[in-house]
């Protein structure tokens, strides 16, 4: 039973264009959100999270939007830049009181940004 | 260097032998998890320590594996007889949301 769904394995964009990288849960406990970067053969790096009581959150180039109403979350990298060709992983984290606190990952999205 | 590492950075083994890994993690934390990787997939949850009480292990987490964190710190993990079905990457975190290189295992 997969908790965490990023339904597009793929997304191919041009430099200086937006990424836009889709992600749903199903587990309404879930209550903090993470995105990850990971390069090949090395370990995710993390980018950036949002907690459930709000609704965006802004670092630099990347924005991440949460709808808790329809359990969905979305990461945006404007402008996108060739560095950023990496698969993005969304990963969700239930409350830390009364858990162990462990993070449920979706597969990931590869994405290409062409010169 | 005040992130968390790991070693070694790649294993090759023949399927039966023993490996262990090691993860240091950032200072102070007392949190620390492991995780594996395969291709395709997102990491998945392999058990997590409190201190050095282990206090959840997933049925990924077959006999053949164990793991320690002795006194607190740094952990290991060990897979006996390994089989070719162990080949990933094996990461470990940090409370709970900084990861280390991982260690890449290939059974042969």
């Known amino acids: 039973d997969q908790q965490v769904k990023q339904n597009s394995p793929s997304l191919s964009v041009q430099e200086g264009r937006i990424s836009i990288l889709n992600c749903d849960y199903t587990n309404s406990m879930f209550d903090y959100f993470l995105w990850y970067k990971k390069y090949p053969a090395e370990g995710p790096t993390f980018l950036i999270s949002i907690s459930s009581i709000k609704d965006k959150n802004e670092d630099g180039r990347f924005t991440v939007f949460l709808n808790k109403s329809a359990k969905h979350l979305s990461l945006h990298i404007v402008p996108s830049q060739p560095g950023d060709s990496a698969v993005y992983f969304c990963a969700a984290l239930p409350p830390p009181e009364g858990s162990n606190y462990k993070l449920t990952f979706g597969k990931g999205t590869l994405l290409t940004v062409n010169p | 260097d005040t992130g968390v590492s790991q070693n070694p950075r790649h294993k090759i083994t023949k399927r039966g032998q023993n490996v262990t890994f090691r993860c240091d993690p950032i200072?102070?934390?007392?949190?620390l998890y492991w995780y594996r990787q395969t291709l395709g997939q997102g990491p998945e949850f392999l058990t997590y320590f409190q201190n050095e009480a282990q206090l959840e292990k997933s049925r990924l987490l077959s006999d053949r594996f164990s793991a320690e964190r002795p006194k607190g710190s740094f952990s290991t993990l060990e897979i006996q007889r390994t089989e070719q079905g162990d080949s990933a990457m094996y990461l470990c975190a940090s409370s709970p949301q900084y990861f280390g290189p991982g260690t890449r295992l290939l059974v042969l």
């Open positions: 200072s102070e934390h007392n949190r």
